[in-house]
């Protein structure tokens, strides 16, 4: 009797984990669920059963790099949920994309992670990864450029803010030049956007689905790593891209073009700005009149003063890209290496 109990059990359990892992228990975009789920406990017993062509041996999801990995992607993942947009979240979001470079990177050195990636060698999913990751790098270097040339022209403003005592014409000048330059960064970001959904449209074309239970892990992992890449830097070109429709009638109207939604504000009504709107709205401010000379040199000084943090901040985003343009070379290379064995 014990004996026919238990061959009942084993056949229910049998069924049951076929069923288990089509409901999938692995980490989506759109999720929190374990990166892994059921994932790796058929990759464990891969080994003990006949070779099949869609067997993949992974490591144990106690595996302390796979572990790792989650546990970034799942930071990221809270990060990007956040609302506000600033220089230093941006910055905290660059740190974590590191990290999370820096955990894939040791995943690539996994020998079963290699061993995947090798018998993959000719498919497709493995060029749409080169591709893209040659994509990221233009995006990332682009970006960076961006900034460069935004720094350059507040860097200017700055120098001109410091000497003036009043609005002169030579400090009108300097304001419409950096107004101007934002035309070019405009176009830039533009290019950058086309890019970003270009690469969103590929990630359609390689499953990343919990539904899809004999998907190798490496996929999912290079796709979720690829998805939220792609975020990152649509949420970095958002915070320095700010568009308004341009008031007519004023010749200062220009600096509108960098103003996002209608955010900016009479004096005291910039709740919610990134430093990027609140150097459009100090800027703007000074189309205005002023009751009294001390009023005007109050609003330059605080036009001043953010254009020194909003610096600050970008001076933080340059050095944070500078090391993700390096992870990215980094990876790109590890794959290449693999491919090539």
């Keep these: 009797m014990i004996l026919f109990v238990c061959t009942i059990f084993s056949v229910l359990v049998a069924i049951r984990r076929p069923i288990e892992l089509i409901r999938g228990n692995i980490f989506s975009f759109n999720t929190r669920k374990p990166i892994l789920g059921h994932w790796a406990e058929e990759a464990k017993m891969a080994g003990e059963k006949s070779y099949h062509v869609r067997s993949i041996s992974l490591p144990s999801t106690s595996h302390p790099i796979i572990l790792r990995v989650e546990e970034e992607i799942n930071k990221l993942k809270a990060w990007m949920a956040l609302s506000s947009s600033t220089s230093s979240l941006h910055k905290s979001g660059l740190n974590g994309l590191k990290n999370l470079y820096d955990c894939v990177e040791d995943f690539l050195k996994l020998p079963v992670t290699q061993e995947v990636i090798t018998r993959l060698r000719n498919e497709k999913w493995v060029d749409e990864l080169l591709d893209g990751s040659v994509m990221l790098l233009d995006l990332c270097g682009t970006t960076n450029d961006i900034l460069v040339s935004m720094k350059e022209q507040m860097l200017d403003l700055l ?14 000048g300097k304001v419409h030049t950096y107004i101007c330059s934002t035309k ?35 996929e999912r992992v290079q796709g979720e790593l690829r998805m939220i890449t792609v975020s990152f830097f649509g949420l970095i070109l958002s915070f320095l891209s700010s568009s308004k429709p341009k008031p007519k009638h004023s010749k200062w109207s220009l600096i509108s073009t960098l103003v996002h939604k209608g955010s900016i504000a009479c004096e005291g009504e910039q709740e919610d700005m990134s430093e990027v709107m609140s150097v459009d709205a100090a800027l703007f401010s000074l189309s205005g009149k002023f009751s009294s000379k001390v009023a005007e040199m109050e609003r330059m000084q605080k036009a001043q003063r953010q254009l020194e943090v909003l610096q600050i901040g970008i001076k933080d985003l340059e050095a944070g890209l500078d090391c993700i343009f390096k992870s990215l070379i980094k990876t790109r290379v590890s794959l290449l290496n693999i491919l090539t064995q």
């Design 159 to 172: 120098s001109t803010l410091r000497r003036t005592k009043g609005r002169e014409l030579g400090m009108e």
């Design 184 to 218: 070019k960064i405009k176009k830039d970001i533009n290019k950058c956007v086309a890019l970003l959904k270009k690469m969103d449209n590929r990630n359609t074309s390689v499953p990343i689905t919990d539904q899809d239970p004999d998907l190798p892990m490496v």
